[in-house]
């Protein structure tokens, strides 16, 4: 499994938008880089983990502008939808 950097902890929106936009639909290349196995359902844990980032880049962006109630309800989304990764997704 080859997680992308930006999905860790430590980086920023832009970086998390650009890889939201590239996993939402992911090609045969781009999902094999990121899961070389091509384990069962890998294509739809890509479009998890697209989704994963794109709401964890609002997530930053309501922080960075005050607004820690919508930020915070965007972080349980984005832990929800880890929760629904499975295991051999998961970092």
């Known amino acids: 499994m080859n ?5 860790v902890e430590g980086f920023d929106a832009a970086e998390l938008e650009a890889f939201a ?3 939402q639909n992911p090609s ?6 990121i899961f070389p196995g ?4 890998y294509i739809e ?5 697209s989704q994963y980032a794109a709401v964890k880049s ?5 922080r ?5 109630q919508f930020a915070l309800t965007e972080e ?11 295991q051999w997704a998961k970092w």
């Open 76 to 86: 349980n989304r984005a832990e929800f939808i880890y929760t629904t990764l499975p």
């Open 64 to 68: 960075l502008k005050g607004r820690i």
């Open 38 to 41: 091509k384990p069962e359902g």
């Open 21 to 23: 936009k590239q996993a």
């Open 58 to 62: 609002a997530a930053i962006k309501h």
């Open 45 to 49: 844990v890509i479009k998890l983990l």
């Open 28 to 33: 045969p290349e781009f999902a094999e880089e």
């Open 3 to 7: 997680i992308p950097d930006c999905l």
